[in-house]
């Protein structure tokens, strides 16, 4: 059974930082892609970035390019989000999701990704 928890989530004001972890059992990372994504209550769950854990292949939403960073720490099948600069309007309830690498082609579609975490709340405070 795949699995997905994150982790690593919770308050910080303007301007910080936060490290979001997405711990994977079930599957190795090898041949997968693994996606973040975030949701506001009321509004459609949002892609912000994924990674291609074969090769290392990463995407960004707009809104993530320059300010977050993705990376697999394979040792310990996982990967984690570095958020800086957060913003308000970063604030939402962050999920990672996991799906084989053909989502790439679409891996901004959530429909697209069949396993998800429960997720963590980032709340961003001026």
């Known amino acids: 059974e795949v699995q997905l928890e994150e982790s690593g989530g919770g308050p910080v004001h303007t301007g910080g930082s936060l490290r979001l972890s997405c711990t994977v059992s079930g599957l190795t990372l090898d041949n997968w892609a693994i996606g973040w994504f975030r949701q506001v209550p009321g509004m459609e769950r949002e892609a912000v970035s994924c990674i291609s854990t074969s090769g290392g292949k990463t995407y960004y939403s707009d809104s993530a390019k320059g300010r977050f960073t993705i990376f697999a720490a394979s040792d310990r099948n996982a990967v984690e989000l570095q958020m800086n600069n957060l913003q308000p309007g970063d604030t939402a309830v962050y999920f990672c999701?996991?799906?084989?690498?053909?989502?790439?082609?679409?891996?901004?579609?959530?429909?697209?990704?069949?396993?998800w975490g429960q997720g963590t709340q980032v709340t961003v405070s001026s």
């Open positions: 999701a996991a799906a084989q690498r053909s989502v790439l082609y679409i891996w901004d579609v959530p429909g697209a990704w069949p396993y």
